[in-house]
């Protein structure tokens, strides 16, 4: 059997201009900051080893007062704009005909990413989601896959995802790595240029099977 492990921002769903909505919220109503761009926001979180909460706020660790915000302002945000990017429903059809088993690794909080599989009719293409808040350290660690490889019945894994964060996790938990170069980051760094890539979803049922 095929495992399949998707990422969910900019991989399954363009949530680009919720996610750049709601920071831009906790933005202006704890720091009184200006407001970043999409582009600007989506850049810095697919890069790997920044501090997002001093890019984001300007402050050495998230706090609980920016979080909870951030969460509260997001749970209805999401619903507004997150859509499927062309093709994914058709891909995840066609795996789930092919008996592979799916699942999500994402480094947004679960609740959230439910909320927008549900939102988008595609929930019940996965056995499991699992979020950045249950496990102790998120993508490009590859605690997450580990964790979904532990709940998998597979003879053969692989991860799809549109950041160098997602193509680090998988080849450190030494599971077989798809860049989305649809997503978010349009091309992969020097150093993982022997990585697949697939510019539309369609594509990846000719290198699944």
């Not at 300007?58 to 609980?64: D, I, M």
């Not at 999401?78 to 699942?103: P, Q, R, S, W, Y």
């Not at 938990?173 to 697949?196: Q, R, T």
Request: hydrophobic share 40%; aromatic share 8%; proline share 5%.
């Amino acid at each position: 059997m095929k495992t399949v492990i998707f990422d969910l921002d900019g991989t399954l769903v363009d949530t680009h201009a919720d996610i750049t909505a709601s920071i831009n919220h906790v933005r202006r109503e704890i720091y009184g900051l200006e407001p970043m761009s999409a582009d600007e926001i989506t850049k810095l979180m697919n890069i790997p080893g920044l501090n997002l909460a001093y890019e984001f706020y300007g402050v050495k660790n998230y706090e609980p007062e920016a979080e909870n915000l951030f969460e509260e302002h997001y749970s209805k945000q999401c619903l507004l704009n997150a859509k499927t990017f062309d093709g994914i429903i058709e891909v995840l059809d066609h795996l789930l005909g092919a008996k592979c088993e799916l699942f999500v690794a994402t480094n947004a909080p679960t609740v959230t990413s439910k909320l927008i599989l549900q939102n988008n009719g595609i929930e019940r293409c996965f056995k499991d989601i699992v979020g950045a808040d249950l496990v102790k350290n998120p993508k490009p660690h590859p605690e997450m896959i580990h964790k979904i490889c532990e709940a998998a019945n597979y003879d053969e894994i692989w991860m799809i995802g549109d950041s160098p964060k997602d193509i680090m996790a998988a080849e450190q938990a030494n599971v077989n790595a798809i860049f989305a170069s649809w997503g978010y980051s349009k091309v992969l760094p020097k150093e993982m240029s022997h990585i697949k890539s697939v510019s539309k979803p369609l594509e990846l049922t000719e290198i699944l099977f």
